[in-house]
């Protein structure tokens, strides 16, 4: 596709207009310029409480939007502590012990020391409390962070209109 673009963007382009359509484009080029002024205009003025300020950080941040997903992967996991390993099944068939035909059939399974299931629990239940408290934390530096903002916009605000009062006086 380069190639393509290469040829299209690389012959100058000749744009003949005749005169009687510049008045048209001229007009044309006007009435748009003026719309798009028209149309940039218009103010909305909404109004934010600091507590709708908040609750829109908080749905909104990607680092907030993680840290759940960790809780809830870290929840999930508590449930994967107690795993026995697979079992293993060996079948042998042949002349092994004596001159005639054997069988033998042998299945194992590793089972680790009991205390070590309870031990791991214990662990995913630590790590679940670690991931919460990391959401806790990002959590309150997130609406600290908002707080923060919406107190300084008021800040400069009220420091506008002081100067603009000002303004008028002089």
């Not at 048209?24 to 310029?33: E, P, R, S, Y």
């Amino acid at each position: 596709i380069l190639p393509i673009l290469y040829v299209i963007f690389s012959k100058p382009v000749k744009l003949t207009i005749k005169p009687k359509h510049i008045k048209t484009a001229t007009l044309l080029l006007v009435l748009v310029g003026l719309g798009g002024i028209a149309f940039g205009q218009k103010e909305e003025s909404v109004s934010l409480s600091i507590d709708k300020a908040i609750d829109i950080a908080l749905q909104n941040n990607p680092d907030i939007n993680n840290a759940q997903l960790q809780v809830s992967s870290k929840k999930m996991l508590e449930k994967t502590s107690f795993s026995l390993s697979p079992v293993e099944v060996e079948y042998q068939y042949g002349q092994i012990n004596s001159s005639l035909n054997d069988f033998n059939l042998l299945v194992k399974q590793k089972i680790d020391w009991p205390f070590l299931y309870s031990s791991e629990k214990k662990l995913k239940k630590a790590e679940t409390g670690y991931s919460q408290l990391h959401y806790d934390l990002i959590k309150n530096v997130v609406i600290r962070d908002v707080k923060i903002a919406y107190n300084e916009w008021i800040y400069y605000y009220e420091k506008k209109a002081i100067f603009q009062i000002q303004d008028s006086i002089y």
